[in-house]
């Protein structure tokens, strides 16, 4: 399915600033600023209760990541529009059945609408980035859309959009393409997969979802992109694409002009973007940097005033866009690095992590001082990774254990120290040696993906935990 010819870039350009005011004054109603609603956490407050801390944050719109029935009556009456999402491993059997699509939307969408607002239907979550589905999954994923859209049509649902959401490694250079304009996707996917979705997407007037994170782009940049730049705030600091002679203030601007300039690039530059995931994490592991409540506050209450005046970027000035933040709560069992932990506008009890007004409509001079942010440049110092305090204090020896066998069973001597008659079998307890295994196992494979998490049972520490004879070995901070 090919799409309109290439355009040349000043004719591209000028065509994008036309359609993006026509979205400005044209665009069927505003959008709030949205909150991803995940429930990978325990003890998290209900949805009814969510509902109460939604509203308390003044959110305009909400997204889940599944279909989830509860959530989904606890949402019915509140007006806001709501994103559902299709899970990643059904995309191709609903691309293979158009009775199969028909009956997802049967189950998961018709029972609960209108009364709860749907506006998007979301086919997958972040398929794209995941090679070990190229084959099984990318080339059903706009099928699969095509089987959902016809069910929609035949129910005479016109006012659900559907989309899918892709992360910014969907480009050629990834997370920071820069400069903006020399942005297109990856060689992999861009005819494949991305232009017949595009094709799709421009088709039934619908969204490209992107999920941007500054955060990400600023962390591996720090030496040379501004924290202030990365927060809204670079003042003076200033950044001009050479290929556009645009202005930029701002890392999102830059991120999400390379999206922008990547779809014209396959002729479709007048697909409406919406940001599905944007935030700044809360806080984050001693070999990461910047995750602190202050630069989470301050991210995303300057988001929510910028969003507020529907500034667009510049390759789309004035546009509207539906944008979410990640996310409602800390998410606690979420695996990987510490910030996969740590995005919420909510603990896991209901307090808020910061104060904000998701509105954009408070005064940023109004707010109550932050914390100031302690982790803004690299740690050096060793690092450990032990049973979290957590789990000690409360030690479920069964989940303990079985951690403990997964690091052990790596192999590469990872517990040789531990076994009997060796310098750290004493004390002879599972605490103690899973503290062992566990830092063993992190600082042998961290650099190839090992996370200090093992199910949230260990935390790093800057405190060394070795003993006696007992020697844990420690790692460098610095990135």
């Given amino acids: 399915m090919a799409g309109p010819p290439l355009l040349s870039f000043p004719f591209f350009f000028l065509l994008c600033v036309a359609v993006a005011w ?79 699509a028909d009956r997802w939307v049967a189950e998961n969408l018709v029972p609960y609408y209108p009364a709860t607002r749907v506006k998007f239907l979301l086919v997958g979550n972040e398929i794209l980035s995941d090679l070990s589905i190229a084959n099984s999954t990318w080339p059903h994923l706009v099928p699969a859309m095509e089987n959902i859209h016809r069910s929609l049509r035949k129910r005479s ?63 591996d940049n720090n030496l040379t992109v501004s924290l202030d730049y990365a927060l809204f705030q670079g003042g003076r600091t200033r950044y001009v694409d050479p290929g556009t002679g645009l202005t930029y203030t701002n890392l999102l601007d830059e991120m999400l002009d390379a999206v922008v300039i990547a779809m014209a690039k396959l002729g479709y530059g007048h697909v409406k973007l919406a940001i599905a995931e944007t935030g700044w994490p809360n806080g984050c592991d001693y070999n990461q940097i910047g995750g602190n409540v202050h630069n989470a506050a301050i991210y995303n209450r300057n988001l929510a005033a910028r969003m507020a005046k529907n500034p667009g970027t510049p390759v789309r000035p004035g546009a509207k866009m539906p944008v979410f933040v990640f996310s409602l709560y800390n998410e606690d069992l979420k695996p990987g690095p510490g910030t996969e932990r740590h995005w919420g506008l909510y603990y896991a009890n209901g307090t808020a992590v910061y104060e904000i007004d998701l509105t954009g409509r408070r005064p940023l001079g109004s707010y109550p001082p932050l914390p100031a942010p302690e982790n803004n440049t690299p740690y050096k110092g060793p690092i450990w990774c032990v049973l979290s305090a957590a789990a000690s204090n409360k030690l479920n020896e069964t989940a303990v254990g079985n951690a403990l066998s997964y690091a052990c069973g790596q192999g590469n001597g990872t517990c040789d120290a531990i076994q009997p008659g060796k310098t750290c079998y004493t004390p002879n307890t599972t605490a103690a040696h899973a503290s062992y295994a566990f830092n063993s196992y992190w600082q042998q494979f961290e650099k190839t993906g090992a996370t200090c998490y093992f199910n949230n049972l260990a935390e790093q520490t800057i405190k060394d935990p070795s003993h006696g004879s007992c020697r844990f070995p420690s790692s460098s901070g610095s990135p």
Avoid: C
Avoid at 160 to 185: E, H, N, Q, Y
């Fill in 22 to 100: 026509s979205e400005a004054y044209g665009a069927s109603g505003g959008y709030g600023l949205g909150v991803n609603y995940g429930r990978v956490a325990d003890d998290i407050p209900s949805p009814w209760r969510s509902v109460e801390l939604l509203r308390a944050a003044g959110a305009g719109s909400v997204k889940i990541y599944d279909a989830n029935p509860g959530v989904l009556r606890a949402l019915a009456g509140t007006r806001w529009p709501v994103s559902i999402m299709v899970p990643n491993q059904i995309i191709p059997d609903l691309a293979a059945s158009a009775a199969a």
């Fill in 157 to 219: 649902i016109s006012s659900v959009k559907i989309g899918t959401t892709l992360a910014m490694d969907a480009l050629a250079d990834g997370a920071f393409p820069r400069p903006p304009s020399a942005a297109a996707f990856r060689a992999d996917i861009a005819e494949a997969v991305v232009r017949p979705l595009l094709h799709f997407l421009n088709g039934t007037n619908s969204y490209y979802f992107v999920d941007a994170y500054p955060y990400f782009v600023w962390a």
